[in-house]
């Protein structure tokens, strides 16, 4: 059995559906293809970051996600090994021309984000399938022209990549790069938290970091504890809430705080690795978007905005391809320079964080001194929140009060 649209896009997820929807409303006949059932639980922080935000506000869904069991976030905590920490609120120019939460960070259940882009996408006119893709189709020149799921056939000019970090898609065209070298394991929990408030909360240790944030009004918080998996992973497999739970013992901030009671009580989801890089992103007649298209761990939070931009990007590329015949690979040229000017700065501080972080001795003075340059601390927000490039970071202001702020000793509070 064939079934035919313009154009097939693979995964259901933020860049799938955000390029589905965007195609849509421009009268594209968009046909979605997911082996999942939505709405569907992610191992994700469920972090939004301003800029991911403003995104959600140009594509219409920010308001239906307002309505829906959300938190806004005030701000980070970045906690070092050693207890020192340093907060930095977001910043008024978040707020500027803004009486609501427009151009806010939220934190919200990927189950819930992931639902409400989707059902937009269809309501604009893509049709969607649980189907699971398991080969791609391509004519005699090697050009994909459709993919194979276990129903049949489906057809299309242009077939786009967007289902996630370990893609069938980019697998089948040979895009998928030598493995990465940072070997990362994730464990989710939602559950209540002591203390919790509206601040989103990263702790640091040895080969471990746990992430927190509310989810909603009433207490329950994200926790997704981070490890190294070549040192923990056979641990995790045996016990995964034991492990959490001395994970969490381990960091002083946030001892105390999750009981293991709570832990065994509900199923953690569970992700990774982390680094997957791939050559290129643009084939003949086949284009990947999303983690698809490549993926580093973004301790910063700022998946879902790359995801997001990223189909900003690609849905008017696919577009001009329909309209001028061409499907072939130049057609995605200048999209796949635009993300990579897209994604350069923040995946260069993502790698910079990454090598502070895994050195705890290095990430106690680190972080002990930024905690005295607050000029600092909000361009670290300002860059992670999407909302500023990471030049920012190198402003005078900026580096002046960190190489200037008295160094504290590393057990500062």
Known sequence: MKRSADVIITGAGPAGAATALLLARAGVDVLLLDRAPFPRPKPCGDCLSIGATAVLDRLGILDPLLAARHARLRGWRIVAPNGSAFHAPFSRQSDVGTASLRGRALSVERSVLDALILDAAIMAGARIERQAVTELVRDSHGCVTGVLTRAGTYTAAITVGADGLRSIVAMRLG??????????????????????????????????????????????????????????????????????????????????????????????????????????????????????????????????????????????????????????????????????????????????????????????????????????????????????PARALLSRRALSGLLFAPTLPENSA
């Open 175 to 388: 895009a998928v790069a030598a493995a990465g070298s940072l070997r990362k394991l994730s464990l989710t929990w939602h559950l209540p938290v002591q203390d919790a408030d509206l601040t989103g909360e990263m702790h640091t240790g040895d080969g471990i970091c746990a992430g927190l944030a509310p989810i909603a009004q009433d207490g329950v918080c994200n926790i997704t504890i981070v490890a190294n998996a070549a040192r923990f992973g056979r641990t995790v497999a045996h016990d995964p809430a034991a492990f959490a739970h001395s994970a969490i013992e381990s960091l002083p901030r946030l001892r105390g705080r999750v009981p293991l009671t709570a832990l065994r009580s509900a199923t953690p989801l569970a992700s990774g690795p982390f680094d997957r890089p791939v050559r290129r992103v643009a084939f003949d007649g086949a284009v990947l978007v999303g983690d698809a298209a490549g993926y580093y761990d973004p301790f910063t939070g700022q998946g879902v905005y790359q995801a997001l931009a990223s189909a900003e990007l690609l849905a008017p590329a696919v577009e001009m391809a329909l309209r001028t015949g061409n499907c072939r690979s130049g057609a995605f040229r200048q999209y796949a320079h635009e993300r990579t000017a897209l994604l350069r700065g923040p995946r260069f501080v993502q790698r910079g964080i990454e090598f502070i972080l895994c050195r705890p001795a290095l990430a106690n003075r680190a972080i002990a001194r930024i905690r005295r340059a607050p000029d600092f601390g909000r361009a670290i927000i300002s860059v992670t929140g999407d909302i500023a």
